[in-house]
């Protein structure tokens, strides 16, 4: 780390630019925290695609679910699949955007992407 060239903190200051999603800085390398990561090379991993590919979660502690796009040149959506319709979140294709839901309903909400259908992820939402 002592030899620092300009090239790093040019690039530094660029990801922070980019990072719209909301300006959070924590965390190594500027990314944003999440719960679930939609992984390099999603499109094709059906239910590697979301990592972890379920997510338990409970309305106790927060009912709020993040996810975090780290297949970067690649939008995908984040959509419940149950005849419930609760959610139906977008991700850009911009690397580490982050999209949020809030459960208030305990239950299995299996979910897809809507542009790779394949890919496919369940979030357990216990009371
Ligand atoms: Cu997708």
Known sequence: MRHRSPLPALFLAA?????CGGGDSNGP???PAADVSIVPGAFNKGFQAYSPDTLTISLAASGTVTWRNDDGG?????TDTTAAALFDVGLTAANNDTASFTFTVAGEYPYKCTIHTGMRGLIIVNP
């Not at 990801?15 to 990072?19: K, N, P, R, Y």
């Not at 690649?74 to 984040?78: D, I, K, P, Y």
Request: aromatic residues 0%; proline residues 0%.
């Open 29 to 31: 390398g500027n990314q």
């Open 74 to 78: 690649v939008a995908h959506t984040v």
């Open 15 to 19: 990801a922070v630019v980019a990072g």
